[in-house]
């Protein structure tokens, strides 16, 4: 993930239901699985949590995600009609 992608809300993520993830602090990092959240601590251990344990904000999904998130944030192609 790259810092210039957009970010969502923990709630933002819960209703799309799409993978998501958040680097944490302190070399935690945080992943949505669609379903449930899950911390992986510095040491590599993964740990199901509760969603109100995870961070509120910061939450990007992968650049090919084509939710509604996500692709409302994409320039849309325009095309030009012809009129014959």
Known sequence: MTAD?????????????????NDGEDGEAY??????????????????LPSWRTPAHGWRHTEACDCDLCTAHRPAEIKSLHVA
């Open 31 to 48: 992943y949505y699985d669609g379903i449930s959240f899950w911390r992986r601590d510095g040491k590599g251990k993964e740990r199901l």
């Open 5 to 21: 992608r957009q970010t969502y809300s923990r709630y933002q993520v819960l209703c799309a239901e799409r993978e998501a993830w």
